[in-house]
């Protein structure tokens, strides 16, 4: 079984630009979650889709947005960069009512100039 | 508001011997939680987890306790190895299924050899 894999592992942008990462979920898995780690923080819940339709957000603006494919693959979308938003995003795929837990992916390391 | 605390940023633990990472939560509403260990350039990977209705879960080396009353939760692994050097992450969420996991900022664990 295939695992979570993002792209791209490395980005520099700068403030004011738009961002789109990507992630392919793991077979099987039918929920896209995707976290924010800040240097030296845990990772922070920015929102999770389920059936191509956003089931929770947490505590992000709205210029962070996201999609799920049909294929369960997501893209995450940042749109008017701060340098606030350097950071590390994973994504982790699931199974809605699983209790293992999510697969993360290795993340995209962002940095903003 | 950090709902979920690691008060210890690292841990140094002398290979055979008992490592023990503790965390804290101060929301009542967390009826499950999850240990995450983390290595450099890789995603968080599960590591155990413990529903609120039971108070130590074990798997092989690894066992966590929780103790309700006092929010609190432990990671014991014994004996300890140097490939468990890693970041350690405590994470509450509400039901078993996988929502918005609130994580905790981490513990860095150092195995000697």
């Known amino acids: 079984e295939t695992g979570v894999t993002q792209s791209p592992t490395h980005l520099i942008k700068t403030r004011g630009q738009q961002v789109t990462l990507r992630c392919s979920s793991q077979s099987g898995h039918n929920t896209v979650s995707w976290y924010q780690q800040a240097l030296g923080q845990g990772p922070q819940f920015i929102f999770q889709y389920y059936r191509e339709e956003e089931n929770g957000r947490g505590n992000f603006p709205p210029r962070f947005s996201g999609l799920q494919f049909p294929n369960y693959s997501s893209e995450l979308n940042v749109n008017a960069l701060e340098l606030d938003d350097s950071a590390l995003y994973l994504c982790a795929s699931s199974n809605l009512q699983g209790a293992d837990g999510y697969t993360f992916g290795s993340g995209t390391r962002l940095t903003v100039v | ?113």
């Open chain 2, 1 to 113: 508001d950090q709902q979920v605390k690691q008060n210890s940023p690292s841990l140094s633990v002398q290979e055979g011997r008992i490592s023990i990472l503790n965390c804290d939560y101060t929301n009542s509403m967390f009826d499950y939680f999850l240990w995450y260990k983390k290595y450099p350039a890789e995603g968080p990977t599960f590591l155990i987890s413990i529903s609120s209705i039971k108070d130590k879960n074990e798997d092989g080396r690894f066992t966590v306790f929780l103790n309700k009353s006092a929010k609190h939760l432990s990671l014991h692994i014994v004996p300890s190895q140097p490939g468990d050097s890693a970041v350690y992450f405590c994470a509450a969420t509400r039901g078993e299924g996988t929502y918005k996991y609130i994580f905790g900022t981490g513990t860095r664990l150092k195995v000697l050899a």
